[in-house]
Structure formats: structure tokens, C-alpha cells
């Protein structure tokens, strides 16, 4: 495409097939009445905020509608969403350690006055030492669920460690070397044996999930894990620091449409608010 006249500024016209485009075109920002620079700001904030950021607080802080901040938040989940991907690259290999285990999201009935308790919600983790994670929203822990998961987002010449959970016994047996931790009798180190990393992220999440957001619909919690996961893969400790992990961030924005209605919005056409 070529860039040509038009009749408005940041607008262009493609000679082939005589057209008006924006630079955002094909991206999580297109067909949007949000200036760029707020989506850019938005964008900055989430991947900077180690427990993430509020629709209220963006729609508070950036002066725009409580739904388009919500809105923003879903389509820059999507673009920074790498396990949706049909062939992620696994993680771990030769000489890396991947930790797996599973915590529950939802279920509290504090200071709720009115609706019934949310029911709680399995999420499987993969953290490889000192690198990425890989969160998984499941309906149950079994070793039947889990097994698919774990193939193919680990290699299996990789050390696995875990709990001493049955559901790991038959998924240990194809990696190269697989180690458990016996947290019922509160024994939680064994030399190199430990899931002390997996553990951290788990409250991270949580404090992001309880103190932030305060409450994650079973249909939007693999957009929320996308986000936790993204920040956690590129911290400081991985050699990304804000600005590095918003340009990290900025290059999953092509080709990854999100439309009101299929984030789940009630609203029936495809334009943002």
C-alpha cells in the first residue's frame, strides 16, 4: 500500500484498491474511536503494573468511559496472549527445571451482600526457573486434563518438579527426571527439589486477581492468566525491563481482532464504545 491524500489527518488512501486506512489497521487497535495515544498509555500501564490495573482505574485516570476501559483492557490482553497460539514454542529443554502446579481462583464469600459465592476455578502452571510461565484455566485436575497440557508446552528432556500430587505420578514418568515435595508432612525443600517458583506466581495472581480486580468470570480468566503470564515471562529477571516488555507487547498487536461482542460485551455490533 501506498501512502496518498485524504480528508482527514492520520487517514490514507491505498491506490490499489482505492480505500482510506489508519495505521491501525489489522491490529487490536483497529475500528476504534479511542486516540492512540490512550491506547498506547493503557497498554504501558498494564504491562508495567506487577498486579495489574482496574477498568475503573484506567477510565478514572485516562478520562474515558468506565466500558471502553474495559473494553481496552480485553483487547490488550488479546494481544499480548502467546498460549493461545496453535504451535507456542515449549518450554524448558535440556537442563532446565519446569515446576507445575495447581491453585483454585474464585469461591470467597467475603463481603458479598447479595448473588450466589462463584464457584472456584482449577488453573494448572508450568514455571520454567528463571524463565516463562504457562498458566492453564481447566475444569478439573486430573491427570487425563493435565497430561495433553503439559506435552506440549514442555519438553520432555526437561527436570519436572512437583508435589506430591497422584495426578503428576504417570506426567512425571516422560520427562527425564521427575521430583516431588511432600507439602502435607510441611516439607517443601529437598535439595533442588522444590516448587517454591510456581508458588510465587500463584500469589502474585492472586493478589492481582483479590486486590485488584476483585472478581474473574470463569469466561474471561484465561484473557486475566494471559496477563499475568506475559508480565511474569518478561521481568527484569528474564532481561525485560518496562520499556523492553512494551515494545514486547506492542509486537502481538497484528492480525488479533477482538470484537465487543465476543469479549463478551452485550452489545451486538463490532465497533469499539
Known amino acids: 500500500m501506498l501512502k496518498g491524500k485524504a480528508t482527514r489527518p492520520g487517514v490514507y488512501k491505498c491506490y490499489a484498491c482505492r480505500k482510506q486506512f489508519r495505521v491501525t489497521v489489522n491490529t487490536v487497535f483497529e475500528a476504534s474511536h479511542i486516540a492512540l495515544r490512550h491506547w498506547l498509555q493503557a497498554t504501558y500501564i498494564m504491562i508495567s503494573s506487577k498486579k495489574g490495573v482496574s477498568s475503573n482505574q484506567l477510565h478514572r485516570s485516562m478520562g474515558i ?19 493461545g497460539h496453535p504451535l507456542p514454542d515449549p518450554i524448558g529443554g535440556e537442563g532446565a527445571t519446569i515446576e507445575a502446579d495447581e491453585t483454585y481462583i474464585g469461591g470467597k464469600a467475603q463481603n458479598r451482600a447479595f448473588g450466589p ?15 516463562r510461565v504457562r498458566s492453564f484455566h481447566v475444569p478439573n485436575v486430573t491427570a487425563a486434563n493435565l497430561y ?5 508446552h514442555t519438553h520432555e528432556d526437561s527436570r519436572f518438579m512437583t508435589d506430591e500430587a497422584f495426578v503428576y505420578s504417570s506426567i512425571g514418568r516422560t520427562f527425564s527426571d521427575h521430583q516431588t515435595v511432600n507439602h502435607k508432612t510441611k516439607k517443601y525443600v ?11 506466581y500463584f500469589s502474585i495472581l492472586k493478589r492481582g486477581v483479590y486486590g485488584v480486580y476483585q472478581h474473574v468470570s470463569e469466561a474471561h480468566l484465561k484473557r486475566y492468566l494471559a496477563e499475568f503470564d506475559f508480565r511474569y515471562s ?12 512494551m515494545d514486547r507487547a506492542l509486537a502481538g498487536i497484528v ?18 464504545p
Open 65 to 83: 468511559t468506565l466500558k471502553s476501559a474495559w473494553f481496552m483492557s480485553h483487547r490488550i490482553r488479546k494481544a499480548i496472549e502467546e498460549t
Open 148 to 152: 495433553p497440557v503439559i506435552a506440549r
Open 234 to 245: 518478561y521481568r527484569i529477571k528474564t532481561g525485560y525491563d518496562d520499556m523492553a516488555r
Open 255 to 272: 492480525g488479533k481482532r477482538l470484537t465487543y461482542r465476543l469479549a463478551g460485551g452485550t452489545r451486538a455490533t463490532s465497533s469499539t
Open 190 to 200: 529437598r535439595g533442588d527439589a522444590f516448587t517454591n517458583s510456581v508458588e510465587g
Open 117 to 131: 459465592i462463584p464457584p472456584k476455578q482449577s488453573v494448572v502452571s508450568l514455571v520454567e526457573r528463571g524463565g
